[in-house]
């Protein structure tokens, strides 16, 4: 079943419910301000860190799903009928609804007894704010007498705090109102330690407001039945503690066929230190008038829109396909392209999911992420990898997130995730190849923050290869430590008591148990070390590189092989896990993809073997199950994994992050078919029909779909924040569509099924442009004529050549 389709002209997902199996959301901003929007109006705003900066409230764990959100309230005042444009949280049955989330906008047109709201929302590129313009029509015959009344309720600014520390916060709240009601600051510990204010504004005189929540709501009453819009008439409340919120009311009197709009504007302003004030107590508001004064007029707001939709337009034209394949080129040229922006805004930090309140930006989740948006936005991009090898430790061990506001590591986290360190190659080796930038690796980047022992960014990488090279357990195989990638396998953990955290109990790492999948991992991220050590002429270290990644490979294919796959790991007692003698788990997805996919015993026939043995035990219709067979039981010795019920999450659900990397390894051995199967099915364009099943957005990854064995098979769980989003486009991009950047060049190598049918490929690459067309020919892999410029070129790499301002590029498969 559905709720809503793609447009893809608008570039847009289109909602054609607010009755959606769970709250279908959008991302606004797209630098310092942001906001998440749902289908029903709900969501939150931050500026920067949606911790320690957050200016409205949400509440978590909510019944009804999705309050709070920034609300408009139509009131026609001669039947009293009231309602939403986003339908929560009055709930009034609309006479018609359509929400469209675009890039970085969402639209609201609704209907109720011939009037009809339109409500735009974005987050303009060049200001801290929020636009909502709201444009109200009188479609009855006659004259429609209506209120409207806005609503947002103020967050303390510190979310986590705002939640627990009621003996303070319900007496520090203050507000200032100016223009009749027209602007409320919201000045919350301004007269101490902040400079920084928000507001909520509308371009027009009000008949009144509200700032206290008790005199808006009525105490005991939720935003579905406000007091206030009940009597029709607000009551000019000033907070003073308690809850301050931001409230206007406009009394209209429509003729028939006549509309009305409005811009709201909610904005974070900060002013210099020592010019707080414009009178003792009262704040200054000079920066706050003059943005406000950019969002006057419906034309101003109508050219802040066009602004953003142009930013979008060129940032995805950097990757760009026509195939026959509707599913893939919306995928691809859209809605990937787009979840990998907000990963890169958000990391996993701000989600309906993830509250905003306790994760920053991860390290190797941030790592993984620069793989589907450095093509996007280099110089950023740059950046990014500076601010995270930053928090790296000098033995090369890493934080596991860092606050985006301080770009501190997180010391409530802790550090000692192992498999950070080799991340971080995986990130620079992307830029670098995708940029040729090289002086990146010539920074002097600190450790911990600490400039006094800075070392270059390649210095750093080395210490990410030595920490993996210098910590090996009984086999020969790395150590895992605070678990790797899969951050719920606990081997040092032992926990018995509840509450305690898996990722931080116990000791980092032990002197036994090992990772088969940081083996994978050190032999495809060492060699890009090594390619990268050449590239800056230093053919030693490239050479030893070549060396320890040697050892660990041949590890990985006889301690890390079980027979007809390989083992998962080792555990404390050098016990292994995912092997045919374990009783439960004999089966994970993680070295299966990523031994592969480095290549690791394609010579030997253990790759194909293996990938066999996936497709027998882990496949389902949506998608490749993390392990086989679920625990039925916790494991002390394994941790967090053997703690869910079976078929959710870690404990055999289909983790959508490493499907991508089953699929990647099928195309390194050419296996087109597959590599697409396993592609489209966790694809959310492709599962579009099976929404009611699904239940999360069709237009974005999630982190998980439930596994066979849970009782929700096929249910989507944490959209938006995971790796999934980049991990796809790097295999829908450069493996299954095959455009990869190497140091020399973009390489075209598709690997596709037989039946994909010729396509087209525009890629903007370092200053040039390549329109590249594939032949297909039927092949499922190979290329054997490479036409670039009109000449033939031997292999598959475009040599790239400065100045070359455009590659006209034909590949012929076969
Ligand atoms: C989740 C993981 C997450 C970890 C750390 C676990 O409970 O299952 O996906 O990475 O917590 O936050
Ligand atoms: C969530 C973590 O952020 C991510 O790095 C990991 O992918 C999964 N948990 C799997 O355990």
């Known amino acids: 079943m559905k709720y809503g389709y793609f447009d893809d002209n608008a570039l847009e997902y289109v909602i054609t419910t607010p009755k959606t199996p769970l709250p279908w959301i959008n991302y606004l901003g797209n630098k310092e301000f942001f906001s998440l929007i749902s289908n029903t109006c709900g969501g939150y705003t931050f500026y920067k860190d949606a911790k320690l900066l957050r200016l409205t409230r949400y509440r978590y764990n909510n019944v009804p799903y999705d309050n709070n959100g920034k609300y408009f309230y139509i009131k026609d005042n001669t039947d009293s009928v009231v309602w939403n444009p986003g339908w929560q949280p009055v709930k009034t049955t609309l006479d018609s609804y359509e929400c469209r989330h675009g890039l970085g906008y969402s639209t609201f047109t609704s209907t109720k007894n011939n009037v009809e709201a339109k409500v735009l929302t974005f987050v303009p590129m060049d200001d801290n704010c929020e636009v909502s313009q709201i444009t109200i029509t009188n479609n009855k015959d006659k004259e429609a007498d209506l209120s409207l009344f806005s609503y947002v309720e103020w967050c ?469 199950m993390i392990l086989q067979p679920a625990y039925t039981k916790y494991h002390v010795e394994l941790g967090e994994v053997s703690s869910y019920p079976p078929g959710y999450k870690e404990n055999a659900g289909i983790f959508c992050h490493n499907n991508p990397w089953v699929s990647i390894a099928e195309t390194v051995l050419g296996h087109g078919d597959r590599a697409f199967e396993i592609y489209k099915k966790t694809c959310p364009a492709y599962i579009e029909d099976i929404s009611d099943v699904h239940c999360t957005e069709p237009y974005v990854y999630s982190q998980m779909v439930a596994g066979r064995d849970a009782k929700f098979f096929g249910q989507g769980k944490n959209s938006w924040l995971t790796g999934t989003a980049a991990w796809t486009f790097v295999n829908i991009s450069q493996y299954i569509l095959g455009v990869y950047p190497t140091h020399k060049g973009l390489s075209i190598d598709p690997c596709v099924p037989a039946d994909f049918g010729d396509f087209e490929i525009t890629r903007k690459y370092r200053n040039a442009v390549y329109n590249i067309s594939v032949k297909q020919n039927g092949a499922q892999k190979g290329i054997k004529k490479l036409i670039v410029n009109g000449k033939e070129v031997a292999g598959n790499v475009i040599p790239y050549e400065d100045g070359v301002k455009e590659y006209n590029v034909v590949a012929e498969m076969g």
């Open 156 to 624: 303390l600014w510190n979310a986590d705090d705002d939640m627990k520390n009621f003996q303070r916060n319900l007496s520090t709240g203050e507000v200032e109102i100016t223009d009749g009601g027209s602007t409320i600051y919201h000045k919350t510990e301004y007269r101490e330690r902040r400079n920084h204010y928000a507001i909520y504004s509308v371009n027009a005189p009000v008949d009144g407001f509200d700032t206290s929540r008790d005199a808006f709501l009525g105490a005991y009453n939720g935003p579905d039945s406000p007091d206030v819009v009940s009597d029709g008439k607000c009551t000019n409340s000033v907070a003073s503690g308690w809850s301050p919120i931001a409230s206007q009311q406009i009394n209209l009197k429509l003729k028939a066929g006549e509309s009305k709009t409005f811009i709201f504007v909610l904005a974070y302003v900060e002013n210099p230190e020592d010019d707080k004030w414009e009178a003792p107590n009262v704040i200054n508001k000079k920066p706050a008038i003059s943005l406000l004064s950019r969002y006057k007029t419906e034309e101003a707001v109508e050219k802040a829109l066009t602004e953003l939709k142009n930013y979008w337009k060129d940032l995805l034209s950097n990757y760009h396909i026509s195939s026959k394949n509707e599913k893939v080129d919306r995928m691809v040229n859209i809605w990937n392209q787009y979840q990998c922006m907000v990963t890169f805004n958000m990391s996993r930090s701000a989600s309906y999911y993830e509250s905003g309140i306790g994760r920053g930006m991860g390290f190797r989740d941030s790592c993984q992420d620069l793989l589907g948006f450095v093509h996007l936005i280099p110089d950023r991009a740059r950046q990014r990898i500076i601010d995270i090898a930053s928090t790296q430790f000098q033995d090369g061990s890493a934080y596991h997130q860092y606050q985006p506001l301080t770009k501190k590591g997180n010391s409530d986290i802790g550090s000692g995730f192992n498999d950070d360190p080799l991340w971080l190659i995986a990130g620079t080796s992307a830029y670098v190849r995708e940029t040729g930038d090289l002086s990146i690796l010539k920074e002097m980047v600190p450790f911990d923050n600490d400039m006094s022992v800075a070392k270059t960014l390649m210095g750093h990488l080395k210490c990410s290869f030595d920490f993996t090279a210098t910590h090996k357990g009984p086999h020969g195989l790395p150590l895992i430590g605070r678990a790797d990638w899969n951050d719920c396998l606990n081997l040092n953990c032992f926990s018995e008591h509840p509450g305690e955290s898996f990722q931080t109990f116990g000791p980092s790492e032990g002197p036994v148990a090992e990772s088969v999948f940081i083996a994978g991992m050190f032999v495809k991220y060492g060699e890009e070390y090594a390619q990268l050590c050449e590239l800056l002429g230093d053919q030693a270290e490239a050479d030893r590189a070549r060396d320890e990644i040697k050892k660990v490979y041949e590890a990985a294919i006889t301690a890390g092989w079980d027979g007809e796959w390989f083992v998962r790991a080792y555990d404390a007692y050098s016990h292994k896990v995912g092997s045919k003698e374990c009783e439960e788990g004999q089966i994970y997805i993680e070295p299966q993809g990523f031994c592969v996919l480095a290549g690791i015993g394609v010579k030997e026939g253990l790759a194909e073997k293996a990938l066999k043995s996936v497709e027998e035990r882990l496949d389902t219709k949506y998608g490749v």
